[in-house]
């Protein structure tokens, strides 16, 4: 934990302490399911005061906070000040630990709120899901509109097809000219089974070996 970091607990403790009667909470916001672990609000892996402290500049300050789902320690659909409060009970005073997914990284339970994870914290170890990367030319010419990496992963995911991870890179060298092709390629991490369904759809997505370049 950083030194800045403790010398505004105190501070940040008693501001949450006068106005927890009142309620406040950050709103909701929907984001997309990922593997996150339940307390690691910085998402460095460990569950900890800093990740108390972080919520609390996130509720303060408006710090950003990676997972939501990870500061969201009581699960009960929002970010307010109990989720510190609890967090930091279970480290000092042996209360109740975080829920699920908790110690380990997983995925929201069903049934429970979600506010999903802008950006995922790690890959969920859940029976039978082997993660694997699969990959598809983006078939985009230079300067030519070209579908966002984002875009492709809500068609993937709008298909029941889910997403671990998703990244946007470069296997050609190629030629800037407007009408070269981009050379660029889609690549997501997605569980084994869905890799061998989106192979059965025929919609170019592939497992094997990338073609060559950097």
Request: net charge negative; proline share 10%; aromatic share 8%.
């Amino acid at each position: 934990m950083k030194r800045s970091e403790r010398s505004l607990l105190p501070a940040l403790l008693s501001a949450a302490i006068v106005i927890l009667a009142f309620g406040f909470s950050a709103p909701a916001s929907a984001q997309t399911a990922a593997g996150f672990l339940r307390g690691d609000s910085n998402a460095d892996g460990d569950v900890d005061i800093a990740d108390a402290v972080k919520t609390l500049m996130y509720l303060f300050s408006g710090e950003g906070i990676p997972c939501l789902d990870a500061a969201d320690v009581d699960v009960n659909g929002s970010i307010e000040l109990t989720d510190p409060i609890a967090l930091l009970g279970y480290i000092f005073l042996g209360s109740p630990p975080p829920d699920s997914p908790f110690p380990a990284c997983g995925l929201a339970p069903e049934g429970k709120p979600s506010l999903g994870c802008e950006t995922p914290q790690c890959l969920p170890q859940l029976p039978g899901v082997e993660p694997l990367w699969v990959w598809m030319p983006d078939n985009c010419r230079q300067c030519e509109p070209c579908p966002t990496i984002a875009e492709i992963v809500a068609d993937l995911e709008s298909m029941g097809i889910q997403v671990f991870d998703s990244k946007y890179i470069s296997r050609w060298n190629v030629c800037l000219a407007c009408g070269c092709p981009t050379g660029m390629f889609y690549c997501v991490l997605v569980s084994e089974e869905d890799a061998e369904s989106l192979a059965a759809m025929g919609v170019g997505w592939s497992s094997g070996p990338m073609p060559g370049g950097r």
